[in-house]
C-alpha cells in the first residue's frame, strides 16, 4: 500500500525516496511534478552515474589507451547493450546513440530517406504526430519532390484506422508514426500498422519518445524498421536519445555526418566508414548521457516497467474520473487505448492562465500545443492543458492538481 492508501504493485513512498527534486517546495507549497510527458525527474543512480563518470572516469571513448578511456569506453558501451537488451534489438550493432528522438527521426530522414524516396514517393504519417515527426518529413518532400500524406484521427484522438490503410500504396515508401502521442495520451496500434505498411513494401518508423517509460517494446516481435526515443522521457539525461535500425538498413544507409570516430580510413582521395554503429556517432558523443541513460534504464527495469504503467494507468483513471465531474471542463483524447497523458481544456480559463495559477499552487503542468500543432487545429483549439504522469506520481498529487483547477475556476468565475 502507498501513503495515499492505493493499491498498488510499487512501492511509491520508495521510489519517491530516489528522486531528490521532488522533495522541495515551489511558491511555499510542496512540489506536485506532472509534466514528465515534457520530461521526467531523474533518480539517484542516474545523477550517480553522471557524477561516477565525471568524478571518476572522464575520458574520451574508443581512443584512448589509457584506463580511464578504456573505463568509459566499456561504460559507454554497456549502456548500448542495456539499450539492445530493452528493446530486444538482435545487435548492438542497431543501436545508434543520437542527441534524442528528433535527432534520430532527422538522421532518418537525411540518410535513409534521401537515397530511398524520390519523386512522387509518398511517405505517410498520422494527424497526432509530434512536430519533430512531421518537419523533417516535409523537409525531405521539398528536397526530393515526394508527397507527405497524413492519416487522419477521429474525435476520441484515436488513427482512423481503414483510412490509414486506404492511403497506403505502392506509392508509400515510409510510414512514420507516433506510438504513444504526447498530446492526446493515445496508444496507436503499432503491430497493425507495421504489418498493413510491410504488405505495401512500406518502412516504418515508431516515435517512441514517449513510449519507452511507460510500455514494453520488442523491436523484433514487432519488425519494426526504426525505432526512436529520447533517454529524458524515460528517467536519464537530456540530450541523449537512441535511434534503433534494423541492421541491413543501416549497412546500406550513407553516414548522416562526417567527422571522427565514423571512420576507419581517411585519405584525401577517398575515406572508409566506420562499422556500424559507429559509422553513425560522428564526434566525441554525449559520453555522461549515454552512461546516465544506461543507469536509467537499469532503474526502469529493476522498478518494472509493468508494474510502472499498472500504477500510472491508476492513476490516470482516478485523474479522468475528477476531471469527468469538473463542469467546463473536456478533456482532448479519449483514445479506448492510452496511457499517462490527461490533456484538457476549461471553458472560460485559457490553459496558459490555469498553467501559471497551477505552479502558484506547487502543480506543473504543461500548456500549449506540445509540439503537436495539427493536433490542436483537429481540435480547434489554441493549446490544452496537460498533466502526465510518472512512477513516483501519487492520487495525493491528482488531488491537489484538482484542488488548483478548482481555484483557477473560482478566480475566472
Ligand atoms: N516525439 C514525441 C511523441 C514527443 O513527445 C517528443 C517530445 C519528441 C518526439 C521529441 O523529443 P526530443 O527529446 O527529441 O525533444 N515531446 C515533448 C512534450 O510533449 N513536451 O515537451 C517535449
Same mark, same amino acid.
Given at each position: ?92 550493432? &542497431? ?46 518532400? &521539398? ?22 490503410? &486506404? ?23 503499432? #503491430? ?17 519518445? =514517449?513510449? /519507452?517509460?511507460?510500455?514494453?517494446? #520488442?523491436?523484433?516481435? /514487432? ?33 548522416? =555526418? ?10 584525401? &582521395? ?53 476531471? /469527468? ?32 495559477? /497551477? ?55
Amino acid at each position: 500500500m502507498s501513503v495515499d492508501g492505493t493499491d498498488m504493485n510499487l512501492n511509491i513512498d520508495a521510489i519517491r525516496k530516489v528522486f531528490p527534486i521532488l522533495h522541495q517546495q515551489v511558491y511555499g507549497k510542496p512540489l506536485v511534478y506532472l509534466d514528465n510527458a515534457a520530461t521526467t525527474q531523474k533518480p539517484q543512480p542516474v545523477i550517480d552515474a553522471l557524477r561516477h563518470y565525471y568524478e571518476r572516469n572522464n575520458a574520451n571513448v574508443h581512443r584512448g589507451v589509457h584506463a580511464l578511456s578504456e573505463r568509459a569506453t566499456a561504460d559507454y558501451e554497456g549502456a548500448r547493450e542495456k539499450l539492445r537488451a530493452l528493446l530486444n534489438a538482435a545487435s548492438t550493432r &542497431e543501436i545508434v546513440f543520437t542527441r534524442g528522438a528528433t535527432e534520430a527521426i532527422n538522421l532518418v530522414a537525411a540518410s535513409w530517406g534521401r537515397t530511398n524516396i524520390g519523386a512522387g514517393d509518398e511517405i505517410l504519417i498520422s494527424e497526432m504526430e509530434h512536430h519533430s515527426d512531421i518537419v523533417p518529413w516535409q523537409m525531405l518532400c &521539398e528536397q526530393v519532390g515526394a508527397k507527405l500524406i497524413v492519416a487522419p484521427i477521429n474525435d476520441a484522438g484515436e488513427l482512423m484506422f481503414d483510412t490509414f490503410e &486506404e492511403k497506403l500504396s505502392e506509392r508509400t515508401k515510409l510510414v512514420g508514426m507516433v506510438h504513444l502521442s504526447n498530446a492526446l495520451g493515445t496508444i496507436n496500434p503499432v #503491430d497493425k500498422i507495421i504489418a498493413k505498411a510491410h504488405a505495401v513494401g512500406a518502412k516504418v518508423l515508431l516515435d517512441g519518445a =514517449q513510449a /519507452l517509460a511507460h510500455l514494453n517494446v #520488442d523491436v523484433q516481435a /514487432l519488425d519494426c524498421d526504426f525505432y526512436v526515443t529520447s533517454a529524458h522521457k524515460m528517467y536519464g539525461p537530456t540530450g541523449i536519445g537512441i535511434l534503433y535500425a534494423k541492421e541491413a538498413l543501416l549497412e546500406a544507409m550513407p553516414p548522416y =555526418q562526417g567527422g571522427g570516430d565514423m571512420i576507419a580510413m581517411v585519405t584525401f &582521395e577517398k575515406t572508409q566508414y566506420n562499422a556500424l554503429p559507429y559509422k553513425f556517432e560522428a564526434g566525441t558523443p554525449n559520453i555522461a548521457g549515454v552512461i546516465g541513460f544506461g543507469a536509467a534504464v537499469d532503474w526502469l527495469c529493476d522498478t518494472g516497467i509493468d508494474a510502472i504503467a499498472a500504477h500510472e494507468q491508476r492513476l490516470l483513471a482516478y485523474a479522468t474520473e475528477k476531471a /469527468l465531474n469538473v463542469e467546463g471542463l473536456t478533456i482532448i483524447g479519449t483514445a479506448a487505448d492510452k496511457a499517462t497523458v490527461l490533456s484538457f481544456t476549461i471553458d472560460g480559463v485559457h490553459p496558459h492562465d490555469l498553467g501559471t495559477i /497551477l505552479d502558484r499552487e506547487g502543480v506543473a503542468i504543461r500548456a500549449g500545443h506540445h509540439c503537436a500543432m495539427p493536433v490542436m487545429q483537429h481540435f480547434g483549439v489554441p493549446a490544452t492543458a496537460r498533466a502526465s504522469f510518472a512512477a513516483y506520481n501519487t492520487q495525493a498529487e491528482i488531488n491537489a492538481l484538482f484542488a488548483a483547477l478548482n481555484k483557477a475556476q473560482e478566480m475566472f468565475a
